[in-house]
């Protein structure tokens, strides 16, 4: 009597049980599903990524985004909460706006890998591209977060980007951010209290007409310690005059690929509810 | 019912009879081979003449075994 | 107690020449073990250290984003996935393989053929899993949750794993030892289950072309069975061995353990989808995962009876016994972890938990509460029986085991109880994402806490790793059971001098 057969005619029986279930038979259902078209003058949805974004789609695979960032909207029956009125509510993913509707199986036939997600430590991204189109913003949040939200948790990227002597004039690229978000990139700059007198003794002059050229209805009284700090305050919100931060071409293509996340925006006949 | 779900149903209920048919089988091969009996020597296959049972085999290298 | 309960069994005499026989026939399959299974417990531990400093760095990021954050190697994202990485197929796989190795040969009292090609085996794995560390660390990672590996990296996976699929079986068809114990059992379905698991993900979601939502569905058979069918049964089956074996009582019902067998082989493989639970896959399969999740209370009651009850007048061992501490912690361990994710399934609950830190807590739960606190256990009784020495230090031992459990606790509590609220904010759309962010930060710094005790724990248990295979520790004098010094025998185990290994 060999129960090494048995044990192994088992484990192979159980095992494939499953394999069948959950692999093979979903993969019947759904691996051939093809894109929608409403009307023949209509664009095929959804589309697959391309140039620029489909390397943006790498960054953000090899600095795992999707670890804290899910990319899918869930059914508007889905969780509950309760209102003021102690009424009994569902579906928040669609109220946060993170999308028009529920992601469906047909929204990422054309995503590989597709990084649905299991955290959300930080924002549904499923349809970031239309929540936020502007190129601008998404980079300089991706510099240092904290930029566009102080209590933002995520990591500053600022490998993504590069800061350089500023040749000619400010290039059209270049981040729109006061010198305290550009001086050390990814984190936030500010002299020291010494520091700070000496550039006002070195350059107070042209630090103070930079900034009055900016906010010319301010006062500034520099024989006190408050305002200097006032001063302070201002100017580093102005740009470094011969610095700029522009971004990488991974840094590019990374927020190509976020603009290019537009799930949950065209509606499908399967995803009404 | 297309013809894709026809042939999933299909495959379905095919592996179901596939399936509980072979387990029904290997139970009762299991219970006519008497693998439901003496299970008693099984336990104690583990232990032999130099580590019996009754005898623990571990303890903290500072502590003599305070066994009764 | 203890004598009661050991005198309802009879226990048959033998005669010191059947005992010598016996020990010399034990220490030649320990010595035959040596090689392979310290060379993959030392790497084991290694992978521990390793994944440890990474988990501390991830865990800090995440409460204080300016760390290192100028540096693309350590940002978050690249930093966490090469800690699961680490843990995962570094420390936790290498360990199981140590592990299984040892129980296989033991059990099937047959000695280890061709120790080298095996431990050829562990350098493959190494290499795999250096490749798959660096490589994501330098950025080549594929984001595919528990297989981020790059494309080098899996080759050599799948290369080693055959390697140690062979020669366990090798060992398991020259066995002298008639009957199959269930120890044996759980590691043959483990040794089939992990490399047909990872061969079938590998290729449909790197190989092939099966995108979409497939994709996923695939990640999370795996990434659940890699636990389910890989570590778990190595370590329930650890269990099996170790506790008997340490407090000398046969378990309390060996019917009980085949039916935990077979109940975890059906239905631990059917869950697994309840991770994309409200995702966009099909109702049928996640209701499907739900069944199979549920239906897993069979097997845990199963083996948590029979463990109690095996340990029933026993438990004062834990005073004596450093393996059976670790053991039982695991044990109970997987009892909670598992009746957890059974109800974890439950939509209702997971509407909650899903994409909260209250799944990591469950999954550290899991892989650290109930598989790494087995695997320590294991080595503790394991490596003395190997290197023949006994530990060096027991105050060292108790920090360890100190250290590991208070830590892990408030990796648990805490996080459990920061993600359900973390879950419930999310599910209300009045609640603004940054109140939320600011609501987990304490409990994202408790976990950083219960990560340096860890951390503190392996440092004492590779320092005490590396005293004993040095020959730090106190030689054993003979006799076939280490440690144990009965007071009543002692004769006898001058009488088993020529029966033990020189």
Known sequence: MDRGMVIFLGALLTFSSSWLGLIVFPFQQLGYEQPYQKSESDDPYPQPLQGIALAGKRVYQANGCMYCHSQQVRSERFGNWWDENGEERTGADIKRSWGLRRTVSRDYIYDNPTMLGTMRTGPDLSNIGVRNPSAMWHHTHLLNPRSANPWSIMPSFPYLYKREKIVGYRSDKALLLGREWTVQPGYRWRPSEQEWDELLRERGSTILAQVLANSPAETFDLTTAAGKKRLLDFWLTTPEEDYQIVPTTDGEALVAYLLALRKAEVPLPEAKE | MTAVDIALFATVIGSIVLFGGAAVLALGWAFRSGQFSNFDRGAKSIFGPDEPIGEPTDSFPDMNDKRS | ?502
Request: proline share 5%; with cysteine.
């Open chain 3, 1 to 502: 107690m203890a004598t009661t309960a050991a005198l309802t069994t009879t226990v048959p005499q033998y005669s010191a020449r059947e005992r010598a026989q016996a020990a010399a026939e034990r220490a030649a399959i320990d010595a035959s073990c040596r090689g392979p299974v310290l060379f993959f417990a030392a790497s084991a531990i290694v992978w521990l250290l390793v994944g440890s400093v990474l988990a501390i760095l991830a865990s800090v990021k995440l409460h204080s984003p300016y760390l290192f954050t100028a540096s693309p190697e350590l940002t978050f994202g690249r930093v966490r996935m090469a800690h699961l990485q680490a843990m995962g197929y570094g420390w936790l796989s290498l360990a199981t393989v140590a592990a299984l190795l040892w129980q296989m040969c033991r059990l099937s009292r047959a000695e280890l053929v061709y120790p080298k090609l095996l431990i050829c085996a562990g350098v493959l794995w190494n290499i795999g899993e250096f490749l798959a560390v660096v490589g994501i660390i330098m950025g080549d990672a594929t984001s595919v949750e528990w297989l981020e590996a790059p494309a080098y990296a899996p080759p050599f996976f799948i290369a080693a794993v055959g390697i140690v699929s062979a020669w366990t079986v090798a060992v398991f068809r020259r066995r002298r030892e008639q009957h199959v114990y269930v120890t044996q059992w759980y590691i043959l379905g483990a040794i089939f289950w992990f490399p047909w698991l990872y061969l079938v993900a590998q290729f449909m979601i790197f190989w092939s072309t099966a995108a979409g939502v497939v994709q996923p569905i695939v990640n999370w058979w795996f990434g659940h069975n890699v636990i389910g069918l890989w570590f778990t049964p190595v370590a329930v089956g650890t269990a099996y061995y170790l506790i008997p074996k340490i407090i000398g009582r046969p378990i309390h019902s060996y019917y009980l353990s085949i039916i935990g067998f077979w109940s975890l082989a059906l239905f631990y493989s059917w869950a697994g989808m309840h991770h994309l639970i409200g995702g966009p896959i099909p109702g049928w399969l996640a209701s499907a995962s739900t069944v199979g999740s549920m239906m897993m209370l069979i097997p845990v009651l199963a083996v948590a009876i029979n463990h109690h009850m095996t340990m029933r007048g026993h438990f004062h061992r834990l005073r004596y016994s450093p393996a059976l501490r670790f053991t039982v912690f695991g044990a109970i361990a997987y009892t909670l972890v598992s009746v957890q994710g059974s109800f974890e399934a439950l939509k209702d609950f997971s509407e909650v938990a899903h994409f909260t830190h209250y799944t990591v807590a469950h999954a550290h739960l899991g892989v650290y509460g109930f598989v790494t606190m087995i695997m320590f256990g294991v080595f503790y009784y394991m490596v003395p029986r190997l290197t023949g020495r006994e530990w060096a230090s027991s105050t060292l031992i108790r920090i360890h085991f100190w250290s590991v459990a208070v830590g892990i606790s408030i990796y648990f509590a805490g996080l459990s109880i920061g993600g359900w609220w973390q879950g419930r904010m999310l599910n209300n759309p009045n609640v603004p994402f940054a109140n939320i962010v600011n609501y987990t930060l304490p409990y994202l710094f408790s976990r950083s806490i219960a990560g340096t005790l860890m951390t503190a724990g392996h440092l004492a248990f590779t320092v005490l790793f590396v005293m004993n295979v040095a020959g730090w520790g106190q030689q054993r004098a003979g006799g076939p059971t280490f440690f144990v010094e009965p007071r009543s025998d002692t004769a006898r185990s001058e009488q088993l001098v020529g029966g033990r290994e020189a």
